[in-house]
């Protein structure tokens, strides 16, 4: 099993920056493909950006181009680049890991972008 948290989070005018992070701790980090969704209010939670454990990425159209995701297996965390911010950006940011089926989710990270 793994555990997640997340931080990094906080409030940014739009056009700003952030950089979230999720530490990992339990099992092989290395093994866990990782992800970024995200859940505005009233909204459904949505993919961000996903980094297999080979490095391959994708992006929510919405932010290609604007937000990136790597990992460091030997720090156990994966982060979430975040610039030229818009307020439809503004939601709860989760990070997830997946293995054989398997979900693991942190508790999330407030970001929102107002000026």
């Known amino acids: 099993q793994i555990q997640l948290v997340e931080s990094g989070g906080g409030l940014v005018q739009p056009g700003g920056s952030l950089r979230l992070s999720c530490t990992a701790s339990g099992s092989s980090f290395s093994l866990y493909n990782m992800g970024w969704y995200r859940q505005a209010p009233e909204k459904q939670r949505e993919l961000v950006a996903r980094i297999t454990i080979f490095g391959a990425t994708n992006f929510a159209d919405s932010v290609k181009g604007r937000f990136t995701i790597s990992r460091d297996n030997a720090k156990n965390t994966v982060y979430l680049q975040m610039n030229s911010l818009k307020p439809e950006d503004t939601a709860v940011y989760y990070c997830?890991?997946?293995?054989?089926?398997?979900?693991?989710w942190g508790q999330g990270t407030q970001v929102t972008v107002s000026s």
């Open positions: 997830k890991a997946d293995y054989s089926g398997l979900d693991y």
